[in-house]
T-cell receptor, first 113, second 113 residues
Framework: QQQVKQSPQSLIVQKGGISIINCAYE??????FPWYQQFPGKGPALLIA???DVSEKKEGRFTISFNKSAKQFSLHIMDSQPGDSATYFC????????????WGAGTKLIIKP | KAGVTQTPRYLIKTRGQQVTLSCSPI?????VSWYQQTPGQGLQFLFE???????NKGNFPGRFSGRQFSNSRSEMNVSTLELGDSALYLC????????????FGPGTRLTVT
Protein backbone atom coordinates (compact mmCIF):
# COMPACT_ATOMS: atom_id res chain seq x y z
CA GLN A 1 0.00 0.00 0.00
CA GLN A 2 2.94 2.28 0.68
CA GLN A 3 4.80 1.50 -2.50
CA VAL A 4 5.24 3.51 -5.64
CA LYS A 5 6.25 1.32 -8.58
CA GLN A 6 8.27 3.03 -11.31
CA SER A 7 9.10 1.78 -14.78
CA PRO A 8 11.18 1.38 -16.81
CA GLN A 9 14.39 1.04 -14.84
CA SER A 10 16.34 2.53 -17.75
CA LEU A 11 15.38 4.22 -20.98
CA ILE A 12 17.27 5.26 -24.11
CA VAL A 13 15.63 7.82 -26.38
CA GLN A 14 16.84 9.54 -29.51
CA LYS A 15 17.29 13.30 -29.42
CA GLY A 16 14.03 14.96 -30.31
CA GLY A 17 11.94 11.99 -29.25
CA ILE A 18 9.43 11.64 -26.42
CA SER A 19 10.58 10.09 -23.14
CA ILE A 20 7.87 8.46 -21.05
CA ILE A 21 8.31 7.22 -17.48
CA ASN A 22 5.46 5.58 -15.61
CA CYS A 23 4.55 5.22 -11.95
CA ALA A 24 1.77 3.35 -10.20
CA TYR A 25 0.53 3.48 -6.62
CA GLU A 26 -1.96 1.66 -4.41
CA UNK A 27 -2.75 4.03 -1.57
CA UNK A 28 -5.62 6.29 -2.59
CA UNK A 29 -4.80 8.60 0.31
CA UNK A 30 -1.79 9.98 -1.57
CA UNK A 31 -2.51 13.60 -2.46
CA UNK A 32 0.70 15.01 -3.92
CA PHE A 33 2.87 13.50 -6.66
CA PRO A 34 6.23 15.13 -7.42
CA TRP A 35 8.88 14.17 -9.94
CA TYR A 36 12.54 14.72 -9.16
CA GLN A 37 15.49 14.90 -11.54
CA GLN A 38 18.98 13.88 -10.45
CA PHE A 39 22.21 14.49 -12.33
CA PRO A 40 25.37 12.54 -11.42
CA GLY A 41 27.09 13.96 -8.36
CA LYS A 42 24.08 16.09 -7.41
CA GLY A 43 21.12 15.69 -5.13
CA PRO A 44 17.65 15.28 -6.66
CA ALA A 45 15.81 18.47 -7.63
CA LEU A 46 12.07 18.96 -7.97
CA LEU A 47 11.06 18.98 -11.63
CA ILE A 48 7.29 19.13 -11.60
CA ALA A 49 4.47 18.04 -9.30
CA UNK A 50 0.74 17.35 -9.55
CA UNK A 51 -2.26 16.96 -7.26
CA UNK A 52 -4.95 14.33 -7.89
CA ASP A 53 -7.65 16.87 -8.76
CA VAL A 54 -5.79 17.65 -12.00
CA SER A 55 -5.37 15.22 -14.91
CA GLU A 56 -2.43 16.94 -16.55
CA LYS A 57 0.19 19.54 -15.75
CA LYS A 58 2.64 20.97 -18.22
CA GLU A 59 5.81 22.96 -17.62
CA GLY A 60 7.79 23.62 -20.76
CA ARG A 61 8.75 20.29 -22.33
CA PHE A 62 7.77 18.34 -19.20
CA THR A 63 4.22 17.06 -18.68
CA ILE A 64 2.70 14.94 -15.91
CA SER A 65 -0.34 12.89 -16.88
CA PHE A 66 -2.43 11.66 -13.96
CA ASN A 67 -5.02 8.87 -14.09
CA LYS A 68 -6.77 8.74 -10.74
CA SER A 69 -8.99 5.75 -11.53
CA ALA A 70 -6.02 3.66 -12.68
CA LYS A 71 -3.82 5.00 -9.87
CA GLN A 72 -1.09 5.81 -12.35
CA PHE A 73 0.87 8.89 -13.28
CA SER A 74 3.53 9.44 -15.87
CA LEU A 75 6.18 11.93 -16.91
CA HIS A 76 6.47 12.88 -20.56
CA ILE A 77 9.51 14.73 -21.83
CA MET A 78 8.85 16.20 -25.26
CA ASP A 79 11.65 16.95 -27.73
CA SER A 80 14.11 15.15 -25.45
CA GLN A 81 17.60 16.65 -25.38
CA PRO A 82 20.98 15.22 -24.32
CA GLY A 83 20.88 17.59 -21.34
CA ASP A 84 17.81 15.71 -20.10
CA SER A 85 19.98 12.64 -19.49
CA ALA A 86 19.57 12.02 -15.77
CA THR A 87 17.86 9.77 -13.27
CA TYR A 88 14.20 10.55 -12.69
CA PHE A 89 12.28 9.64 -9.54
CA CYS A 90 8.57 9.76 -9.01
CA UNK A 91 7.21 10.07 -5.50
CA UNK A 92 3.95 10.31 -3.61
CA UNK A 93 2.94 11.66 -0.25
CA UNK A 94 -0.10 12.22 1.92
CA UNK A 95 -1.11 14.49 4.77
CA UNK A 96 -1.56 11.82 7.44
CA UNK A 97 2.03 10.64 7.06
CA UNK A 98 3.41 14.11 7.77
CA UNK A 99 4.02 14.34 4.03
CA UNK A 100 6.83 11.81 4.08
CA UNK A 101 7.77 11.14 0.45
CA UNK A 102 7.40 7.57 -0.82
CA TRP A 103 9.83 7.16 -3.69
CA GLY A 104 9.83 5.14 -6.87
CA ALA A 105 13.01 3.20 -7.67
CA GLY A 106 14.18 5.65 -10.33
CA THR A 107 14.63 5.61 -14.10
CA LYS A 108 17.96 6.27 -15.73
CA LEU A 109 17.26 8.20 -18.91
CA ILE A 110 19.84 8.50 -21.68
CA ILE A 111 19.17 10.75 -24.66
CA LYS A 112 21.27 9.77 -27.66
CA PRO A 113 22.40 12.67 -29.86
CA LYS B 1 19.73 32.24 -0.74
CA ALA B 2 22.32 29.54 -0.06
CA GLY B 3 21.29 25.96 -0.76
CA VAL B 4 21.48 22.93 1.48
CA THR B 5 25.05 22.19 2.45
CA GLN B 6 26.46 18.89 3.62
CA THR B 7 29.80 18.16 5.17
CA PRO B 8 31.98 16.38 4.55
CA ARG B 9 31.41 15.61 0.87
CA TYR B 10 33.51 12.45 0.93
CA LEU B 11 34.44 10.15 3.76
CA ILE B 12 36.29 6.86 4.04
CA LYS B 13 35.86 4.86 7.23
CA THR B 14 36.77 1.42 8.45
CA ARG B 15 34.24 -1.23 9.41
CA GLY B 16 33.33 -0.93 13.08
CA GLN B 17 34.01 2.80 13.31
CA GLN B 18 31.34 5.45 13.72
CA VAL B 19 30.68 8.52 11.60
CA THR B 20 28.82 11.81 11.95
CA LEU B 21 27.49 13.66 8.93
CA SER B 22 26.30 17.25 9.02
CA CYS B 23 23.58 19.10 7.15
CA SER B 24 22.81 22.81 7.10
CA PRO B 25 19.35 23.50 5.65
CA ILE B 26 18.28 26.51 3.66
CA UNK B 27 17.77 29.50 5.92
CA UNK B 28 14.22 29.49 7.30
CA UNK B 29 13.63 25.82 6.62
CA UNK B 30 12.59 23.88 9.70
CA UNK B 31 12.30 20.36 8.33
CA VAL B 32 15.34 18.21 7.55
CA SER B 33 15.15 14.71 6.12
CA TRP B 34 17.94 12.20 5.58
CA TYR B 35 18.13 9.59 2.83
CA GLN B 36 20.48 6.79 1.92
CA GLN B 37 21.04 6.31 -1.80
CA THR B 38 22.64 3.19 -3.25
CA PRO B 39 22.70 2.02 -6.88
CA GLY B 40 20.57 -1.02 -6.18
CA GLN B 41 18.13 0.41 -3.63
CA GLY B 42 17.35 3.90 -4.85
CA LEU B 43 16.43 6.49 -2.25
CA GLN B 44 15.77 5.04 1.19
CA PHE B 45 14.25 7.34 3.81
CA LEU B 46 16.12 7.41 7.12
CA PHE B 47 14.32 10.02 9.23
CA GLU B 48 12.89 13.52 9.31
CA UNK B 49 13.34 16.17 11.94
CA UNK B 50 11.07 19.15 12.37
CA UNK B 51 11.71 21.78 15.02
CA UNK B 52 14.23 19.51 16.78
CA UNK B 53 11.79 16.57 16.99
CA UNK B 54 11.95 13.37 14.97
CA UNK B 55 8.65 13.24 13.02
CA ASN B 56 9.12 10.28 10.72
CA LYS B 57 11.47 7.31 10.76
CA GLY B 58 12.34 4.79 8.08
CA ASN B 59 13.20 1.13 8.46
CA PHE B 60 16.83 1.36 9.44
CA PRO B 61 18.56 -0.27 12.42
CA GLY B 62 19.23 1.67 15.59
CA ARG B 63 22.85 2.19 14.50
CA PHE B 64 21.48 5.07 12.47
CA SER B 65 20.51 8.07 14.56
CA GLY B 66 20.10 11.76 14.10
CA ARG B 67 19.35 15.01 15.79
CA GLN B 68 18.41 18.55 14.96
CA PHE B 69 19.61 21.66 16.66
CA SER B 70 17.70 24.85 17.47
CA ASN B 71 19.14 26.53 14.36
CA SER B 72 17.67 23.64 12.26
CA ARG B 73 21.08 22.21 11.42
CA SER B 74 21.05 18.45 11.61
CA GLU B 75 23.52 15.66 12.18
CA MET B 76 23.29 12.00 11.34
CA ASN B 77 25.34 9.40 13.15
CA VAL B 78 26.07 5.84 12.13
CA SER B 79 27.72 3.63 14.74
CA THR B 80 29.53 0.33 14.21
CA LEU B 81 29.86 0.83 10.47
CA GLU B 82 29.28 -2.09 8.13
CA LEU B 83 30.43 -2.53 4.54
CA GLY B 84 26.80 -2.25 3.44
CA ASP B 85 26.60 1.28 4.84
CA SER B 86 28.66 2.52 1.90
CA ALA B 87 26.32 4.90 0.11
CA LEU B 88 25.52 8.48 -0.76
CA TYR B 89 23.76 10.12 2.19
CA LEU B 90 21.47 12.93 1.16
CA CYS B 91 19.96 15.61 3.29
CA UNK B 92 16.88 17.55 2.22
CA UNK B 93 15.20 20.53 3.78
CA UNK B 94 11.81 22.15 3.40
CA UNK B 95 10.20 25.20 4.85
CA UNK B 96 7.49 23.55 6.89
CA UNK B 97 6.26 20.07 7.72
CA UNK B 98 3.71 20.16 4.93
CA UNK B 99 3.95 19.29 1.26
CA UNK B 100 6.48 21.94 0.38
CA UNK B 101 9.22 21.33 -2.09
CA UNK B 102 12.17 19.44 -0.66
CA UNK B 103 15.55 20.87 -1.52
CA PHE B 104 18.40 18.40 -1.54
CA GLY B 105 22.04 18.89 -0.71
CA PRO B 106 24.81 17.37 -2.83
CA GLY B 107 25.24 14.48 -0.42
CA THR B 108 28.06 12.87 1.51
CA ARG B 109 29.68 9.89 -0.19
CA LEU B 110 30.57 7.40 2.55
CA THR B 111 32.84 4.49 1.77
CA VAL B 112 33.32 1.78 4.39
CA THR B 113 36.34 -0.47 3.95
Amino acid sequence: QQQVKQSPQSLIVQKGGISIINCAYENTAFDYFPWYQQFPGKGPALLIAIRPDVSEKKEGRFTISFNKSAKQFSLHIMDSQPGDSATYFCAATRQDSNYQLIWGAGTKLIIKP
Amino acid sequence: KAGVTQTPRYLIKTRGQQVTLSCSPISGHRSVSWYQQTPGQGLQFLFEYFSETQRNKGNFPGRFSGRQFSNSRSEMNVSTLELGDSALYLCASKRTGRKDEQYFGPGTRLTVT
